[in-house]
T-cell receptor, first 111, second 112 residues
Framework: GEDVEQSLFLSVREGDSSVINCTYTDSSSTYLYWYKQEPGAGLQLLTYIFSNMDMKQDQRLTVLLNKKDKHLSLRIADTQTGDSAIYFCAEKADSWGKLQFGAGTQVVVTP | DAGITQSPRHKVTETGTPVTLRCHQTENHRYMYWYRQDPGHGLRLIHYSYGVKDTDKGEVSDGYSVSRSKTEDFLLTLESATSSQTSVYFC???????????FGSGTRLTVV
């Protein structure tokens, strides 16, 4: 079956760039997603990328997709304390929309 | 979260009792999902629905049942709660197209 893997933890200093990595196995994925979860809250969609794209930029967020290596990354520029959260990578595993999630990366931003 | 609400937000129950969690949406989305979130396991799919009275099992469905009698409501029932079902439960909805899921705020369930 499909599998999505992420590193579990990332520590970054305020003002630096954060890069969160994700690998997936389903080569038929059509969309790939990044979600953010703040403490005590549900997951919030940050951005997504269509599988025929290599890069997508949205303000401080840059998503890079390497389809050959099945590797997805999320770069957060000028990381702020409000960016401390768990970040989930997900792939669209079925044509009608069921998503497969990674285990999440805990990002801690230090002053 | 806009368009999706979960109730209750918190619940403590005793082992062996039945528990029902409710997910309500106002988006008229076709697809609805129940996940549980536990440390070290990320999100695990319990059950999902692709329409009224159309449901299917996810990867961790044992001990859970669901019902969807109306588009807007998706109920998750723990038939006889066990301590291993202590978790945070999330409902999500999705429509067609690329927009992914919208998640509810979660229900924190403690089984004592």
């Amino acid at each position: 079956g499909e599998d999505v893997e992420q590193s579990l933890f990332l520590s970054v200093r305020e003002g630096d760039s954060s890069v969160i990595n994700c690998t997936y196995t389903d080569s038929s994925s059509t969309y790939l997603y990044w979600y953010k979860q703040e403490p005590g809250a549900g997951l919030q969609l940050l951005t997504y990328i269509f599988s025929n794209m290599d890069m997508k930029q949205d303000q401080r967020l840059t998503v890079l997709l390497n389809k050959k290596d099945k590797h997805l990354s999320l770069r957060i520029a000028d990381t702020q304390t409000g960016d401390s959260a768990i970040y989930f990578c997900a792939e669209k595993a079925d044509s009608w929309g069921k998503l497969q999630f990674g285990a999440g990366t805990q990002v801690v931003v230090t002053p | 979260d806009a368009g999706i609400t979960q109730s209750p937000r918190h619940k403590v129950t005793e082992t062996g009792t039945p528990v029902t969690l409710r997910c309500h949406q106002t988006e008229n989305h076709r697809y609805m999902y129940w996940y549980r979130q536990d440390p070290g396991h990320g999100l695990r799919l319990i059950h999902y629905s692709y329409g009224v009275k159309d449901t299917d099992k996810g990867e961790v469905s044992d001990g859970y049942s669901v019902s969807r009698s109306k588009t807007e409501d998706f109920l998750l029932t723990l038939e006889s709660a066990t301590s291993s079902q202590t978790s945070v439960y999330f409902c999500a909805i999705s429509g067609e197209g690329p927009n992914g899921y919208t998640f509810g705020s979660g229900t924190r369930l403690t089984v004592v």
